[in-house]
């Protein structure tokens, strides 16, 4: 099993589409991120893990999952950084392997060290490019092959529809 875990604002900082996003509305940000993480994961079939540093969001440590991706907040002085290295700890075994996804020089370092890869938020990013890419030429043979359905539904109905059935809301 490939398990992911990102840093979730050091990716937010690094992709231009989402820091430009942060800048106006950074829960917007953090949504995004989650939606195209669960792009991932259903493409990759990797488990995703997404982490947000706690100082962004005050309270106790918040989880949940959203589009089968894992959302952790850290808990008050606790950094994104020391969650991922304890998260690296904890599920590293024989049968998985741990990638994290940040440009943290010295996150890159620690998670080496754990025997995990690490993937920069540009790597990142061109892999996301390439998923979405692939995406997209999917679903144009599904429409071009698609049957003509007996009932006549608009685009938006049928968008709709195909967000029921990926999963998404």
């Given at each position: 099993?490939?398990?992911l875990?990102?840093?979730?604002?050091?990716?937010?900082?690094?992709?231009?589409?989402?820091?430009?996003l942060?800048?106006?509305?950074?829960?917007a940000a953090?949504?995004?991120l989650?939606?195209?993480?669960?792009?991932?994961?259903?493409?990759?079939?990797?488990?995703?893990?997404?982490?947000f540093?706690?100082h962004?969001?005050k309270?106790?440590?918040?989880?949940?999952?959203?589009?089968?991706v894992?959302?952790?907040?850290?808990?008050?002085?606790?950094?994104?950084?020391?969650?991922?290295?304890?998260?690296?700890?904890?599920?590293?075994?024989?049968?998985?392997?741990?990638?994290?996804?940040?440009s943290?020089?010295?996150?890159?370092w620690?998670?080496?060290?754990?025997g995990?890869?690490?993937?920069?938020?540009?790597?990142?990013?061109?892999?996301?490019?390439?998923?979405?890419?692939?995406?997209?030429?999917k679903?144009?043979?599904?429409?071009?092959?698609?049957?003509?359905t007996?009932?006549?539904?608009?685009?938006?109905?049928?968008?709709?529809?195909?967000?029921?059935?990926r999963?998404?809301?």
């Amino acid at each position: 099993m490939d398990i992911l875990l990102v840093d979730g604002y050091n990716i937010i900082g690094a992709w231009p589409e989402l820091k430009a996003l942060k800048d106006r509305d950074l829960p917007a940000a953090r949504d995004l991120l989650v939606e195209k993480m669960a792009e991932y994961q259903a493409f990759s079939g990797y488990r995703v893990i997404v982490i947000f540093d706690a100082h962004y969001v005050k309270g106790i440590e918040k989880k949940y999952k959203n589009h089968k991706v894992e959302v952790i907040f850290t808990k008050e002085n606790e950094t994104a950084d020391e969650r991922i290295e304890k998260l690296a700890i904890s599920l590293n075994n024989r049968a998985t392997q741990i990638h994290v996804a940040t440009s943290d020089y010295t996150e890159q370092w620690a998670i080496f060290g754990q025997g995990a890869l690490r993937k920069s938020a540009r790597e990142l990013l061109l892999e996301m490019s390439s998923i979405e890419k692939g995406i997209e030429r999917k679903v144009k043979k599904i429409q071009e092959n698609k049957p003509v359905t007996k009932i006549p539904i608009s685009n938006e109905m049928a968008e709709i529809f195909e967000k029921w059935r990926r999963g998404l809301k």
